[in-house]
């Protein structure tokens, strides 16, 4: 048992080692008798370089230099591979004229997808640019999104009529909020508060602003830290420098329009109440977009404008991704009553406690976590391991009381 607990230290003790976020705390309060974690498979604080034409093997382990799925773009977006690059120790999204009249642009998505809990946040800087800058979560059937940093640098509109010329309502504020779709017929729900913060605000707006004693500030000056934790389907916390700025808790704030009904028939259906809330597994993206109600308005860049690659680009420092987990030191008894078989395994493994588990989470033998499975409610269950390759594993398996134990297994 001693030497389970030296592999989980181990595990990881090697994710933030020299990381760029080390010494900053994370703002959210990841709940009683648990600690952060850090995944590192979602985690990157680009300190390597990955060309736009060629990015080479340590980006393509965690993302994708394109959006989730084959989507080109919103609006007058064409998104581009080679619109995104990681150089100078950061994650850079440019934008550039295509044609007459469209934007080519970056556009980046995590491999993986992730669910609740997890704290999510980048430290990033805008474009002086009236484009869209976009720090998000999207499930991959594009039916709930969270948007942890959606942004409007510039504060001039040269290609716009005089009414829309002056954009500073939208480059002094910061969108953070989420959606909740049905695709057919298409349509679309988001919280659409406005308001000030104050780091702890009702009624929880979702355009934020940030004033430095002479004026609200310009979210394009200068790097800032925008995150979210999403505690569980109906409870969303954002955050900016480290500091709540707004939330939405309850399922009234999340989907009062019962589209996460979870029955596809009965989805915006109000007499109808099987609402899950934001309880699918994410994508994380980065994405630059000239959208379509803004160019509609005539609100879109100038070729003079996007001829100024540094105005026209998204830089991320870093991400970080977080999940709680728990201190409660390993239940000897737990670990001793726990059956799992058979070992070695193919496709399957079943688990077999005197207690019910709550946590399933498989790892290689190098700490990566590569399988987890949340809120199991029972004593006996199921793991479906056909997607991993043969080796060896760590498996821990966590009840419903807080308490652990690690397992060793093999895949034939």
């Known amino acids: 048992m001693k030497k389970t607990i030296l592999l989980f230290i181990t595990f990881y003790s090697f994710s933030s080692f020299a990381q760029d976020w080390v010494g900053i705390p994370v703002p959210a309060d990841p709940g009683t008798g648990n600690e952060w974690v850090l995944e590192d498979n979602f985690s990157d604080d680009f300190n390597y370089s ?35 690059m990681v150089e100078g120790g950061e994650l850079k999204l440019i934008a550039t004229r295509y044609l007459s009249n469209r934007v080519n642009a970056g556009a980046v998505h995590s491999e993986g997808v992730i669910g609740y809990p997890v704290y999510v946040e980048i430290r990033a ?8 800058n976009g720090g998000w979560m999207l499930s991959p059937d594009d039916t ?12 001039q509109c040269n290609n716009c009529p005089p009414n829309e010329q002056d954009q500073s309502w939208f480059a002094q504020r910061m969108h953070m909020s989420h959606h909740v779709f049905i695709r057919n017929p298409f349509s679309d729900w988001q919280p659409s508060e406005f308001g000030s913060n104050t780091g702890n605000p009702a009624p929880s707006p979702t355009w934020i602003t940030r004033n430095d004693g002479s004026g609200n500030i310009y979210w394009k000056d200068d790097y800032h830290r925008y995150g979210v934790y999403w505690q ?12 709540l700025v707004t939330q939405r808790v309850g399922m009234e704030r999340i989907d009062p329009v019962h589209y996460t009904n979870a029955d596809l028939a009965d989805a915006g259906n109000t007499s109808v109440d099987t609402r899950t809330g934001l309880n ?26 996007l001829s100024n690659t540094d105005d026209h680009t998204l830089n991320i420092d870093w991400i ?37 588990l709550k946590r399933v989470e498989v790892y290689t033998v190098d700490g990566n976590k590569v399988w987890e499975e949340d809120g199991i409610q ?11 390759s043969a080796g060896l ?20």
């Open 320 to 356: 970080r991704v977080y999940k709680p987990q728990s201190t409660t030191a390993i239940d000897e008894e737990f670990a001793r009553n726990l059956q799992i078989f058979p070992n070695p395994f193919n496709d399957q493994i079943q688990l077999r406690a005197n207690v019910q």
């Open 393 to 412: 594993y760590f498996i821990k398996i966590e009840h419903v009381d807080g308490g652990w134990a690690f397992k060793k297994v093999i895949k034939e």
């Open 50 to 84: 990955a060309p736009a034409e060629n990015k080479g093997t340590t980006f393509r382990a965690k993302w994708d230099d394109f959006y989730h799925n084959a989507w080109q773009g919103p609006g007058l977006t064409t998104w581009e591979r080679n619109h995104s």
């Open 232 to 243: 569980d389907p109906t409870h969303l916390y954002y955050y900016i420098d480290g500091v």
């Open 144 to 155: 709930q999104e969270i948007d942890f940093m959606e942004a409007y640098g510039s504060s």
């Open 125 to 132: 800087k805008i474009m002086n640019s009236v484009l869209a």
């Open 378 to 388: 029972r004593s006996n269950h199921t793991i479906s391991t056909d997607h991993l």
């Open 280 to 305: 699918k597994d994410m994508h994380i993206l980065f994405t630059v977009e000239d959208q379509d109600w803004r160019s509609n308005n005539a609100v879109t860049p100038t070729d003079a404008e």
